[in-house]
């Protein structure tokens, strides 16, 4: 139901009186029944606090509804093997197999994330890398700019992840991916993962 608004300069004076003496019992009964009246200046204005549908508008003019869409996806990587792609220049961390793409805003063919529009959007992810001593530092990446990054250094266990997660503020457009910026995954990096979703639009 839509908010009713009957303003007052409509109304005759003895008029207006008799629907502010008749809001006095009726308030009560309409706060009981989870329908509020509320006055706002010179407007009477009624709003039903369940309604049966969820109108696109209210009498203000402001929007009931952001209408935030859902983004969200997670990806994995279930092989080994290096993609020959992998080279020294882009050093991009790719994951062949697609868990949750909402949206079909994650590329898996180069393992980007493109944001759809303005927000703040939530990464984590968990790096293995595989009977390799080295250390390695993986980064998150915004439009070519580390925005967090992990290490993994220990040399006495066969697997080990770099894992971090956070919070960026993307622009529409803006590119997210993983980047490799120190050491290598020689071994493969089998079982790793990398998450995103939208927390909410700004």
Same mark, same amino acid.
């Given at each position: &139901?839509?908010?009713?608004?009957?303003?007052?300069?409509?109304?005759?004076?003895?008029?207006?009186?008799?629907?502010?003496?008749?809001?006095?019992?009726?308030?009560?009964?309409?706060?009981? /029944?989870?329908?509020? +009246?509320?006055?706002?200046?010179?407007?009477?204005?009624?709003?039903?606090?369940?309604?049966?549908?969820?109108?696109?508008?209210?009498?203000?003019?402001?929007?009931?509804?952001?209408?935030?869409?859902?983004?969200?996806?997670?990806?994995?990587?279930?092989?080994?093997?290096?993609?020959?792609?992998?080279?020294?220049?882009?050093?991009? +961390?790719?994951? /062949?197999?697609?868990?949750?793409?909402?949206?079909?805003?994650?590329?898996?063919?180069?393992?980007?994330?493109?944001?759809?529009?303005?927000?703040?959007?939530?990464?984590?992810?968990?790096?293995?890398?595989?009977?390799?001593?080295?250390?390695?530092?993986?980064?998150? &990446?915004?439009?070519?700019?580390?925005?967090?990054?992990?290490?993994?250094?220990?040399?006495?266990?066969?697997?080990?992840?770099?894992?971090?997660?956070?919070?960026?503020?993307?622009?529409?457009?803006?590119?997210?991916?993983?980047?490799?910026?120190?050491?290598?995954?020689?071994?493969?990096?089998?079982?790793?993962?990398?998450?995103?979703?939208?927390?909410?639009?700004?």
């Amino acid at each position: &139901m839509y908010p009713r608004v009957v303003h007052s300069s409509t109304l005759e004076p003895t008029v207006l009186l008799g629907l502010l003496l008749l809001w006095g019992p009726l308030g009560a009964q309409a706060q009981n /029944d989870t329908e509020p +009246i509320v006055l706002e200046g010179k407007c009477l204005v009624i709003c039903d606090s369940t309604p049966n549908s969820e109108p696109a508008g209210n009498a203000l003019g402001m929007s009931v509804r952001s209408g935030t869409g859902r983004v969200a996806f997670s990806a994995t990587r279930q092989t080994n093997h290096e993609p020959t792609d992998m080279s020294n220049r882009t050093m991009i +961390i790719y994951f /062949d197999q697609i868990l949750v793409n909402v949206g079909n805003h994650f590329d898996q063919e180069s393992s980007v994330f493109l944001a759809p529009r303005r927000g703040v959007y939530s990464f984590n992810f968990h790096v293995v890398k595989a009977y390799n001593r080295q250390t390695i530092q993986v980064s998150l &990446m915004l439009n070519g700019w580390p925005m967090i990054s992990a290490f993994a250094g220990d040399m006495d266990v066969t697997r080990e992840a770099a894992t971090n997660a956070g919070l960026v503020i993307m622009e529409r457009g803006d590119k997210a991916y993983l980047k490799l910026e120190r050491g290598n995954l020689m071994g493969g990096w089998k079982y790793s993962t990398f998450s995103g979703f939208l927390v909410f639009p700004l």
